[in-house]
């Protein structure tokens, strides 16, 4: 069985990066996609791109091209989201996902994204 | 903006029959996507409810049901109870935006 766990909270200025860690456990890490989501505050659910850690391969939402970097260590069993040059509508919760046969499941707990001066 | 229309909002009484609609167009649901749904209670991480327009993961009650139909996609939830009170959302592919696509959300008050 799948299970993601994603890094802690984090608060960042604008114009600055950050980066979020999504760490696997089950399964067989290379084989799978991870996506990355995220929901702003009281908003509804936004795809942002996904990777193939085996090729590695990755395809981004038209909205976070040039903006957000998603990698993968198979060595760890982890990916990460990176997001630059951030303004305060990045305010949001960011969550991995395994993506299955085009839908999401598992997920993970959430990683809250704060930007503000 | 959402590709994906949902309802804002539905309610009912305990036992009652809710149906939740989402709406798409001949680029994603009506073009032979598959339409998926998360249930998320509020604070925690969406969890996949049905996937490929009607098929239940282990664990997900038979009270949840899809369906698809043309452009559009339903959730039923039968039976309702207390612990159904949250968000839902449906989620599909688009082929003119080639990005993965969700629904604009509805909240069930039970």
């Known amino acids: 069985q799948v299970h993601l766990v994603q890094s802690g909270a984090e608060v960042r200025k604008p114009g600055t990066s950050v980066k979020v860690s999504c760490k696997a456990s089950?399964?067989?890490?290379?084989?799978?996609?991870i996506g990355w989501v995220r929901q702003a505050p009281g908003q509804g659910l936004e795809w942002m791109g996904h990777?193939?850690?085996?090729?590695?391969?990755?395809k981004y939402a038209q909205k976070f091209q040039g903006r957000v970097s998603i990698t993968a260590d198979k060595s760890t069993n982890t990916a990460y989201m990176e997001m630059s040059s951030l303004r305060s509508e990045d305010t949001a919760v960011y969550y991995c996902?395994?993506?299955?046969?085009?839908?999401?499941?598992?997920w993970g707990q959430g990683t809250l994204v704060t930007v503000s001066s | 903006q959402s590709v994906l229309t949902q309802p804002p909002s539905m309610s009912g009484a305990p036992g009652q029959r809710v149906t939740i609609s989402c709406t798409g167009s001949?680029?994603?649901?009506?073009?032979?996507?598959?339409v998926h749904w998360y249930q998320q209670i509020p604070g925690t991480a969406p969890n996949l409810l049905i996937s490929?327009?009607?098929l239940r993961p282990s664990g997900v009650p038979d009270r949840f049901s899809g369906s698809k139909s043309g452009t559009s996609a339903s959730l039923a939830i039968t039976g309702l109870q207390a612990e159904d009170e949250a968000d839902y959302y449906c989620?599909?592919?688009?082929?003119?935006?080639?990005?993965?696509?969700f629904g604009t959300g509805t909240k069930v008050t039970v």
């Open positions: 996902a395994r993506l299955t046969s085009n839908y999401f499941d598992p």
């Open positions: 990777i193939i850690p085996i090729l590695p391969s990755t």
């Open positions: 490929d327009n009607n």
């Open positions: 089950g399964g067989s890490f290379s084989s799978y996609q």
């Open positions: 989620q599909s592919y688009d082929s003119v935006l080639s990005d993965y696509v």
């Open positions: 001949s680029s994603n649901i009506g073009g032979g996507f598959n």
